[in-house]
Structures are given as structure tokens and as C-alpha cells.
């Protein structure tokens, strides 16, 4: 396993954000966390990345307990994080944000090149020059997954990725990470359902802190009881 | 034109100016340039803290007179020679903004504000209640013969100026190049957004500590060179009105920009210089001229030019 959680638990005045979470993703995977607003989902990627303290249980990473690091050394451990709230650097290029984020792990002339790499693969290499601040939504949210990327890591969590992209550009990310698959492992979480169904392989659900339910796209779509928590009965 | 070589022509040919003003200023105001250059270096310490790392502190004078200090006391006590006088300053400097830095570093945002200007009246009561060596309020004369550098007497107005020069030259050519450097852009990501900066990994007080430590270190250099040059070593060195000084300074030519300490610098000193002898109301003049800059130019006069002559202006 190349990240694991166990008794994950976290609690805000007494609510269960997180509850007791046993979470399993294998090396390679392309894994989607899903569940209804409030369910949980950024606490718990919160908590794996070390920007939320957890109130008890364990994340592990390639073997290793990695609970009580603090968020940038779990960062270098080659753990990327998109935020949900877009938050690049917007008084500075795109290419200089890109770049911010690649020099960690490599220097001189690798870090241009990396960072001219994430950002063909998002599609906004004709951007390099512009403030971030000035491109539109949706590019901004690009540049985000650009940043994840441009950190070549082993395990890529992106938070609500399409949220406020284009359908043009909602295709375009699904083609990114059936095309990443394989090469790193993703953690995707997501609102859009047709996104989920197409893009992972396997689907956790988040429903009030504890999971719900996990399966392939397939299982989740037949399973009752997340229907009636979370996609609708009707 | 690249922008490097641009910001070669930019920064070299205010230094050449500088250098060449020398030979032709008045008596008066070659004086008060050398004075500028140095005041202007203990700003562009500030702005690394201020203008690139986005922290403000409010108790910088701690470090330019911990270099102040920390030169002087050795001329006064241990019959120093300039030299290591200078580097008993700056190892103060260093030492002072580390463990300042590591405490106040614990806080941010206003709380870091109220902590660097509380320890700052600390360090300034501390060489009041010290005045046995000190001397307190009064302060010290540090006299010619003990001003005398390899031979170089930095009494005399046209080493002073030289001396001055090569101080600011020094720092604006040192921080020019850390801002374009791995280590700048990172202290720029921390000001732009803290948050993301640690979520690319960066160790972010680290980062903050290293600033703070050369911030302070280049303040306490100009405080060191400041008491040396013009002969003096006082307590109203480390009081809050030389915190505040810096902060305007940069705030008036730029914060963020490396010539804007300089100006601003320069442009204050000139301000005052030239209103006290239209009115002894001079501070009314002076305010509403800031009050007008911060109304019209709220990026300070270099960050006016970056803003609509060249965006790329370090």
C-alpha cells in the first residue's frame, strides 16, 4: 500500500468530522472520494497531508508512519496537494509558480523543463509569461493540477479539480488522468459524478466522517445505501 | 533588452551615479549622501524582511543597534580596531535576529508586530539600565584615532563618503542577487501565500528565521558602519523612532523593490531637509506630502515606476 490510515479520527467541539477511517490505496491507483457536502472529504485529505492535526489514529505512507510530520516534510516525501480554494501565487507568472513548485525536487535546467511539461500537459504552456492572478477561473484551477504535476509525486491529491473548469475543459481532465494512471497514484476528490465514473478506478464514500461504502464506479453506482445518502434515489 | 541586462543598467548605473556625485556635490550635500547611503542600507535590510518575506516588524532598531553597539562597545571597552569593531557588529547583528527571530517567529501577522516592538523597548531599556558602559541616553563619542581603518581615517568627509558607497553598493548588489535566487523567490511565495509555500514543501520558518537572520544582519552592518563613519554611539539609536524610519523609508520608495529603499531614503531625508528652511513647521509639510504619496502612489515611487514603466523591475 502506498498510503493507509488507520483509527483515523478527528473531532471539532465534539463533531466527528472523521471517524475511526481504515482507508487502503494501492500504489498506481486512481482512487475517488466522494460523499456529500459536510461528509468529511477535506478534513480527511486534510489530515493525510498534515495540514489538520488529527484528534487520534495513524496515516502511513510507503510503509512508514508518517503521522506526526509536519505538512511540508510529508510534502517532500513526494506528496502533492491541489487546494480546493484555488490558491496559486497570483502576483508572480504562471512558469514561476509552476516552477516554485518543481525546484524541491530537482535544480537548474530540470526545473524549466518540468515546469514546461506540467504545463503543456494542462494545456496553458502559451500562458508562462502571465501573472496567474489575471488568468480566468478555470485556468487558475489548471495551473493548480500544473503545480501538483510539476512535483512529479508518487501520490497526487487533487481537491475538487473540475470544480468551475469548462466542459471543454472537464474532458480535457479526465484525458489528463487516464493518462497519468499507472505512472502516479491519485486521490481525487470529487462533486462531479460523471468525472468519478469515468476517470477512477476505484470509489470511496464519505458520509458523515466514516466510509461508506468502496468499490469500483460499477459497485458504487448499484449500492443502495449510498443512493439513498448521496446520489439520489429518484 | 533581457531583463537581466536591464536590471544590470538599472542597478549598476545608479551605483555609477552615486560614485561619480562625489567629485562634483557641495560640501553640504556630499555629506548628507554619504549619511543617505548608509541610512538607505539599513532600509534595504528592512525590505528583505518587509518588502520580499512580507513580515513587518516593528523593532528593527534592536538590530541596527545591536550592530551599533556591539561596534562601538568593543572600540570603547576592548580598544578595538575598526575592523573587528565592525565584525563585533555584525556578529551582534546575527546573533540578536537569530534569537529574536526564533521567538518572535512563533506569532504572526499583528502579534509579530507587538512582539519585534516590545523586545526592541526591551533592548532599548537594556542600554539605558547598562549605562555604566553604555553612557545611556548621553552616549559615546567613538574618537578620531579610533576611527582610523588601515589606515584609512573615516573621519574625513571624502572616505566617509567612499566608505558609505561601498556599504550600499555591498547590500544593494547582495540582496539584488538573493532576490532572483531559489532561495528570494521562495521568501517571495511565503509572501505571496504562506500557506501554499508549505504545500510545495517548503520548510516555511526555516525560510522566515533565515530572513530575519539576514534582514537583521544587514541592519546591524549599516548601524555598525553608521556609528563608525559619523562618531557617535547613542541610545536614541535604539529607540522606536528608528524602528519606524526604515518602514517609512520603504514604504515611500517601494517595498519589494530593490532601488525603493534608496529612494525612499533619499527622498525623506530631502523632504525634511528642505521644508525646515522654508518653516519651522516642517513636519506639516513633510506629513502632507506622505499622506499625498500614500494616497497617489500607495506602491511607493519604484513601485509606481514597476507598476507603468517595467513590470520586471527586481
Known amino acids: 500500500m502506498l498510503l493507509s490510515t488507520r483509527g483515523l479520527s478527528k473531532q471539532f467541539a465534539g463533531l466527528h468530522a472523521v471517524e475511526n477511517v481504515d482507508f487502503d490505496l494501492p500504489e498506481g491507483q486512481v482512487h475517488a472520494l466522494i460523499g456529500p457536502n459536510g461528509a468529511g472529504k477535506t478534513t480527511f485529505v486534510g489530515l493525510l497531508c498534515g495540514r489538520i492535526a488529527p484528534t487520534s489514529g495513524s496515516v502511513w505512507f510507503d510503509g512508514r508512519d508518517i503521522s506526526h510530520l509536519p505538512a511540508h516534510k510529508r510534502i517532500n516525501l513526494g506528496i502533492a496537494y491541489t487546494f480546493q480554494i484555488t490558491s496559486v501565487f497570483a502576483n508572480l507568472s504562471v512558469a514561476e509558480n509552476v516552477e516554485l513548485a518543481a525546484r524541491r525536487g530537482m535544480r537548474g535546467r530540470a526545473v524549466q523543463r518540468a515546469s514546461q511539461q506540467a504545463l503543456a500537459q494542462v494545456g496553458l504552456a502559451d500562458r508562462q509569461e502571465q501573472n496567474a492572478g489575471y488568468l480566468s477561473y478555470g485556468h487558475q484551477r489548471l495551473l493548480e493540477i500544473a503545480m501538483g504535476l510539476a512535483q512529479q509525486p508518487r501520490l497526487l491529491i487533487l481537491d475538487e479539480p473540475t470544480q468551475g473548469l469548462a466542459d471543454r475543459e472537464v474532458e480535457g481532465f479526465i484525458e489528463l488522468v487516464r493518462g497519468l494512471a499507472g505512472a502516479m497514484t491519485i486521490l481525487l476528490i470529487e462533486h462531479n459524478m460523471p468525472v468519478v465514473m469515468r476517470a477512477a478506478e476505484q470509489i470511496t464514500v464519505l458520509n458523515s466522517g466514516r466510509i461508506l461504502a468502496q468499490g469500483s464506479p460499477g459497485d458504487i453506482r448499484a449500492d443502495r445505501a449510498v443512493q439513498s445518502a448521496y446520489l439520489g434515489t429518484g | ?314
Open chain 2, 1 to 314: 533588452m533581457s531583463e537581466g541586462l536591464k536590471s544590470a543598467l538599472v542597478h549598476g548605473g545608479l551605483l555609477v551615479v552615486l560614485f561619480g556625485l562625489q567629485f562634483v556635490l557641495p560640501a553640504y550635500h556630499h555629506g548628507n549622501l554619504a549619511r543617505i547611503m548608509v541610512l538607505a542600507s539599513y532600509a534595504i535590510g528592512f525590505n528583505v524582511l518587509f518588502g520580499y518575506t512580507g513580515l513587518l516588524s516593528l523593532g528593527h532598531a534592536l538590530f541596527f543597534a545591536a550592530g551599533m553597539y556591539g561596534m562601538g562597545l568593543s572600540v570603547e571597552h576592548l580598544g578595538a580596531a575598526p575592523a573587528p569593531a565592525l565584525l563585533a557588529g555584525v556578529v551582534a547583528g546575527l546573533l540578536v535576529s537569530g534569537v529574536i527571530g526564533v521567538l518572535a517567529l512563533r506569532t504572526s501577522g499583528v502579534a509579530f508586530m507587538i512582539v519585534t516592538l516590545m523586545f526592541a523597548q526591551a533592548g532599548y531599556l537594556t542600554v539605558l539600565y547598562a549605562g555604566a558602559y553604555t553612557r545611556g541616553d548621553e552616549g559615546f563619542v567613538v574618537q578620531q584615532a579610533q576611527r582610523v581603518m588601515m589606515g584609512v581615517d573615516l573621519s574625513d568627509p571624502s572616505h566617509r563618503y567612499f566608505a558609505g558607497f561601498t556599504l550600499f553598493a555591498i547590500c544593494l548588489i547582495a540582496t539584488l542577487w538573493l532576490v532572483r535566487s531559489p532561495f528570494g523567490k521562495v521568501l517571495i511565495a511565503i509572501r505571496e501565500n504562506e500557506d501554499r509555500a508549505t504545500m510545495l514543501g517548503y520548510d516555511v520558518f526555516a525560510r522566515k528565521l533565515a530572513a530575519v537572520m539576514i534582514s537583521g544582519t544587514i541592519s546591524a552592518m549599516a548601524g555598525a558602519v553608521y556609528g563608525l563613519l559619523f562618531g557617535y554611539v547613542g541610545a536614541s539609536f535604539a529607540s522606536v523612532q528608528y524602528s519606524i524610519f526604515p518602514l517609512l523609508w520603504v514604504l515611500l520608495g517601494g517595498a519589494g523593490t530593490i532601488v525603493g529603499p534608496f529612494i525612499g531614503t533619499l527622498f525623506m531625508f530631502y523632504l525634511i531637509d528642505l521644508s525646515s528652511q522654508v518653516t519651522t513647521a516642517y513636519m506639516l509639510i513633510a506629513g502632507i506630502v506622505l499622506v499625498a504619496l500614500t494616497l497617489f502612489a500607495p506602491q511607493g515611487l519604484a513601485g509606481m515606476l514597476r507598476k507603468r514603466i517595467w513590470r520586471g523591475l527586481p
